[in-house]
């Protein structure tokens, strides 16, 4: 599950998820799989991107969790 981590000044300039230029205070997030943070515009591209990351997350793992339900 991504972090959110607590940082003044970043060097992006742009949201990660919208493309937008950032012109208040980012939020700044960090995954298990990528080394870099993502810098975003606000909650909305978060969530969105929060939504992607997890669907990617569970596909991956080839629906263990649902294989044994039957």
């Known amino acids: 599950m991504p972090f959110e981590l607590k940082v003044q000044?970043?060097?992006e300039l742009r949201c990660a998820n919208c493309g937008r230029?950032?012109?208040g205070t980012p939020i700044v997030v960090k995954t298990c799989c990528v080394n870099k943070p993502w810098v975003f515009c606000s909650r909305e591209c978060y969530k969105q991107f929060l939504g992607k990351w997890s669907k990617n997350q569970d596909a991956g793992r080839g629906g263990v969790l649902r294989?044994?339900?039957l």
Do not use: C, M, S
Request: glycine content about 0%.
């Open 67 to 69: 294989r044994n339900i």
């Open 9 to 11: 000044r970043t060097t």
């Open 21 to 23: 230029i950032i012109n």
